[in-house]
């Protein structure tokens, strides 16, 4: 049933993903709105998918590669659609349903695949570094693609390039408020993973800290948000530079957990 399910909800997110994009090309906002109503069922469907396979297998569904992933999708997915109850930015959906579409494609190549979890990633510190890690890092994402489209926003309304187009847009207001309660939330959600993470490592090789290439660059990471967060509360920034700083961090942050498994060895294979 779980996988069922999952292929549904990959479905939702193709059909999602195409009905904001369709709404871009004809500039028509209510096609960004029923997309909306798409994304949500795919996230419910989802969200079911995820009970199914904790029934099925008895463990989180939040550890292995491509079931992060998954849940990464997930997780974007929620986050966005809880900003809809405050905020008028259905079309930031145009970057954040494809987004969530292609990390489901990536998570179903293992899709029913057998599941065998090593001894030394079973354990409730598991579960919780690798989920309250990933939250972060989806705010995180959700703050970037903001920013990204407060970018695009802004130029136009610099250059006087006020059309149909960019009338379709959310307001500068909006998107820079999600920026804001993004890195607000998901700095102190990413510290709690670290802190998960540091103590399980405790548990399973007696010291805290590894010098891991992925635990290294994920504190620089982390001290670039500390950063970014206190210019934001303490220096007021925001705005254009709030937005273009959250886009390279994140793009720090993305080398931090994916590049480095690809060229460096690290015990961090499994996520």
């Known amino acids: 049933?779980?996988?069922?399910?999952?292929?549904?909800?990959?479905?939702?997110?193709l059909v999602s993903t195409l009905g904001y994009t369709a709404s871009l090309l004809v500039k028509r906002v209510h096609i960004a709105r029923f997309s909306t109503w798409i994304l949500l069922s795919a996230f419910i469907i989802h969200t079911a998918s995820f009970l199914f396979r904790r029934l099925e297998t008895g463990h989180s569904p939040f550890t292995g590669i491509y079931e992060t992933l998954s849940f990464f999708a997930w997780a974007i997915s929620g986050i966005y659609l809880a900003f809809q109850l405050k905020t008028k930015t259905r079309v930031l959906g145009a970057f954040v349903s494809p987004m969530a579409f292609l990390l489901?494609?990536?998570?179903?190549?293992?899709?029913?695949?057998?599941?065998?979890?090593?001894?030394?990633?079973?354990?409730?510190?598991?579960?919780?570094?690798?989920?309250?890690s990933v939250i972060g890092e989806?705010?995180?994402t959700l703050a970037c693609l903001a920013g990204l489209m407060y970018l695009i926003q802004d130029n136009f309304i610099k250059n006087k390039k006020i059309n149909s187009f960019s009338r379709l847009l959310p307001p500068l207001r909006d998107l820079d408020r999600i920026n804001h309660i993004c890195l607000l939330w998901g700095f102190p959600m990413l510290t709690l993973g670290v802190i998960a993470g540091s103590i399980w490592a405790r548990t399973v090789w007696g010291s805290h800290w590894q010098w891991d290439p992925k635990q290294i660059w994920t504190l620089i990471?982390?001290?670039?948000y500390?950063?970014?967060?206190?210019?934001?509360?303490?220096?007021?920034?925001?705005?254009?530079k709030i937005a273009f700083f959250s886009i390279a961090v994140f793009l720090f942050l993305l080398f931090a957990f994916v590049a480095v498994n690809a060229v460096l060895t690290t015990s961090h294979k499994f996520i």
């Open 104 to 132: 489901m494609t990536a998570a179903s190549i293992r899709l029913g695949g057998h599941v065998s979890i090593p001894a030394i990633l079973q354990g409730h510190w598991v579960t919780a570094h690798v989920t309250l």
């Open 221 to 224: 990471a982390w001290i670039f």
């Open 138 to 140: 989806a705010l995180f």
């Open 226 to 240: 500390a950063v970014l967060l206190h210019q934001r509360l303490a220096i007021g920034w925001k705005g254009r």
């Open 1 to 13: 049933m779980d996988i069922l399910l999952f292929k549904i909800a990959l479905c939702a997110y």
